[in-house]
């Protein structure tokens, strides 16, 4: 292996499966898990381009939701604040979009693993990354995501129900990238 712990051609595995799924239950989230595992691979060499969320709250309560992109560090805003007593989905499409060129790039650079933070609703209904998604998973470059349980079915019908899921703990995830690796090296 290289320096940067990949083999100096890193083709598809032979069931055409790259991409590891990390579900989740209803309210639960994956983003400090996806951070921490694209921070250990970054610090071993690893090149990890693509997305990875971070989600808090504004001051009056609703939710702020952030996609970082992993290579440049680059915040992008993908909610607005619609006030405290709003109840319609605060996601912003132009920071969806903004986003999507940052995926589409990545794809292009390719990185040893594509992160994408989640399959969420929009997604699930045929917008968000979707696209994205599905130019990811036909890249052959490992991926790895998110998703929620309520989404999973749509997941599914996308993927034909190909994918690794994964349980959602550091172990499981490199687990994970360690046998991406070891399916090329025995070819």
């Known amino acids: 292996m290289s320096s940067r712990a990949r083999p100096a051609s890193l083709s598809a595995r032979p069931d055409g499966i790259r991409f ?31 997305l990875l ?16 992109d992993i290579q440049s560090g680059q915040s992008i805003l993908i909610s607005q604040n619609l006030g405290a007593r709003s109840s319609a989905c605060c996601v912003d499409l132009n920071g969806v979009a903004s986003a999507s060129a940052v995926l589409r790039r ?31 998973l036909a890249s052959g470059l490992p991926v790895l995501t998110g998703l929620s349980e309520r989404h999973r079915k749509a997941f599914e019908e996308m993927t034909l129900g190909a994918g690794d899921y994964l349980d959602a703990s550091p ?14 090296e025995s070819q």
């Open 20 to 50: 590891g799924v990390v579900a989740y239950p209803e309210g639960g989230d994956v983003e400090t898990l996806l951070a921490d595992f694209v921070s250990a691979l970054r610090s071993r060499g690893v090149a990890v381009g693509g």
């Open 53 to 68: 969320q971070r989600s808090s709250r504004e001051a009056n309560g609703r939710p702020r939701m952030e996609l970082i």
């Open 106 to 136: 990545a794809i292009a650079t390719r990185p040893d693993l594509l992160v994408i933070n989640k399959f969420s609703g929009l997604e699930a209904k045929g917008g968000g990354l979707r696209a994205e998604f599905l130019d990811a």
């Open 171 to 184: 172990d499981a995830l490199l687990a994970w990238w360690d046998r991406q690796f070891s399916c090329h």
